[in-house]
């Protein structure tokens, strides 16, 4: 994306990207992203195609900032002084929250879009890739019996999996009931887990052990 994101934005760009943002939500309920173009976009917002160029490369540019809007509701600012069976659940509800505060937003896409689509697939995907990152800071400091990217991809597509089964898949499905499936299928890292400099010193004390055994 040509503008920073990191920057403070003028309140000139926050109504030119806003508007750009709005525009796209609103064609996605109407038609498949596939037909969608620029200058139509620009006609609806009332901008030149030059104002556009200014802030995106093409229209897959702008719907990754479409996602960077809606995934600014799920980030988690807090996430290192969670535990991990917290995060998951904490990231899992702003998830839900989401799809459920959009569902017509969803629902619209869907009936244009396939769920297998390439559409569909890079919003979960950048779900994902935020929760992978997340989860990362979060176990990086963990110790499992596994590779912990293993552990964070398969935790990171778990939720996403789970998230995809009741709002695109349309399985109607309570928080409560999500969260014991979230359970059952991840259980309780709490347990398998274990802080790396206790791993640490449990390694070298099995060495001591070992060595004054010998």
């Known amino acids: 994306m040509k503008y920073d994101l990191d ?38 917002c009332n901008f030149p195609r030059a104002t556009f160029y200014n802030y995106f490369d093409d229209k897959y540019d702008l719907i990754n900032y479409c996602w960077y809007v809606l995934a600014e509701k799920v980030h988690i600012e807090e996430a290192d002084q969670l535990k991990p069976n917290e995060v998951l659940i904490v990231y899992f509800d702003r998830l839900y929250d989401l799809f459920e505060n959009n569902s017509q937003l969803v629902l619209g896409i869907l009936r244009h879009n396939q769920i ?35 552990m964070v991809d398969h935790c990171s597509s778990t939720i996403l999996l789970l998230i995809e089964w ?6 109607p ?16 890292l709490e347990n398998i887990a274990v802080p ?16 004054t055994d010998a």
């Open 7 to 44: 920057k403070k934005p003028t309140r000139g760009a926050q109504r030119t990207l806003f508007a750009f943002s709005q525009t796209m939500f609103h064609l996605l309920a109407q038609k498949p992203f596939e037909k969608i173009n620029v200058n139509e976009i620009c006609q609806l």
């Open 116 to 150: 297998s689509g390439n559409l569909v697939n890079s919003f979960t995907n950048y779900l994902r890739n935020l929760a992978h990152k997340m989860f990362l800071e979060v176990f990086g400091n963990l110790h499992f019996d596994v590779p912990v990217e293993l």
């Open 196 to 211: 790396k400099d206790q791993q640490l010193n449990a390694n070298q004390t099995a060495k001591n052990t070992t060595h």
């Open 173 to 188: 499905t309570t928080r409560e009931q999500a969260h014991h499936y979230l359970t059952v299928l991840l259980g309780d």
């Open 166 to 171: 009741i709002f695109l898949k349309k399985q």
